[in-house]
């Protein structure tokens, strides 16, 4: 029973209310819990119920899973995820509150980012999955909390991703180095020290999705000028709306930022 509702009984919905209507954004209705496979059933991690509001700040709504744009026809941002990103969400917001330093706030984010890996995992979300998740929000960790870490860790996992798409292409060509390209990676990682898990998903299965992602948006900005021109000759002289972009519109993109 990993996930609890707010009297402590196992998860059977979650009731979320989508606000404002025209973003992706929504707001907890009732507060849920985890509890992390192996430890004292009384120790629950709480999402807190949000304050209902009509134009949610942030910390009083969540996006539920936050997937990159170009990944979107692969994860989705709801599913058996949702109650585990729904915490992770909360959880984040606390620590970006806090005054803890540096360092102290990427150790409890990497514990909260951990627990989101469980959580996936104790949802049924599958093994490839879980790991992608967990890594797309370990580099958030460093970018929220430490730029310069966040540039340190991104440099080596495009260097790692970079290693292995060249490897692959050597070994295409029937190169015979291509072996030892290919496993360069788990050297550079190395240097990440403990973290050398993230820089390995970041350099393999970065470099597996690349392709994916290309094609997605080879295919998707054809798509999107047509629908931006469409919304510009229609909608734009009677100052209606905004550009798009995916499912939402520009203006909704900068509040959620914000």
Known sequence: MPFVDSAGRELTSIELGQVPVTAPTFQLRERIGY??????????????????????????????????????????????????????DSECWRVRQSVLPVVDALAERERIDRAFRLGLRELGVAPFRAWLMWTLVSFERYQKHSIARFIGMLALGILGLALVVGGAILAFSGIPAAAAVLAVPLATSAIGGRHWRLLVWASYAGAFLLPVAVLQVAAYLPYLAIENIVWALVDLPRSKGSPVVGPTDLRNLRRLGN
Do not use: C, M
């Not at 992390?36 to 996006?63: C, F, L, M, V």
């Open 35 to 88: 509890v992390e496979a192996g430890t004292s059933p009384q120790k629950i991690t709480w999402a807190e119920a949000h304050i209902p509001d009509t134009a949610p700040s942030p910390g009083n709504r969540t996006d539920l899973a936050s997937v990159p744009l170009v990944f979107w026809s692969l994860i989705a941002s709801y599913g058996r995820q949702t109650a585990a990103a729904v915490v992770h």
